[in-house]
């Protein structure tokens, strides 16, 4: 079992930054790969970013490329979404997700989630 913790999420006005993080504990010693999801109001949930175990493969949405990073510090069991350049339409509750082999919305492990919301 894997547990995952969100954290950073808040009210920001649009062009403004935010860091998220995601901390791991369990069976961390095994090799996950992680990413970020998100789901406003209405909507399904939809896959922001991914990374490798190794973070030397990622996935950015169309939507946030250029203006998100997804990172991870494997020692600290940690990933990280920067957000850059916020816009309204990316305010949503954002999760975390893990899985042995590629995070999809099937994944079997979940962060309860953190609020982003970016005012105009």
């Known amino acids: 079992q894997v547990q995952l913790v969100e954290s950073g999420g808040g009210l920001v006005q649009a062009g403004d930054s935010l860091r998220l993080s995601c901390a791991a504990s369990?069976?961390?010693?095994?090799?996950?790969?992680m990413g970020w999801f998100r789901q406003a109001p209405g909507k399904e949930r939809e896959l922001v970013a991914r990374?490798?175990?190794?973070?030397?493969?990622?996935y950015y949405a169309d939507s946030v490329k250029g203006r998100f990073t997804i990172s991870r510090d494997n020692v600290k069991n940690t990933v990280y979404l920067q957000m850059n350049s916020l816009k309204p339409e990316d305010t949503a509750v954002y999760y975390c997700?893990?899985?042995?082999?590629?995070?999809?919305?099937?994944?079997?492990?979940w962060g309860q989630g953190t609020q982003v919301t970016v005012s105009s």
């Open positions: 369990g069976r961390t010693s095994s090799r996950y790969a």
């Open positions: 997700a893990a899985d042995p082999l590629l995070v999809t919305t099937r994944s079997r492990y």
């Open positions: 990374s490798s175990w190794s973070g030397d493969i990622t």
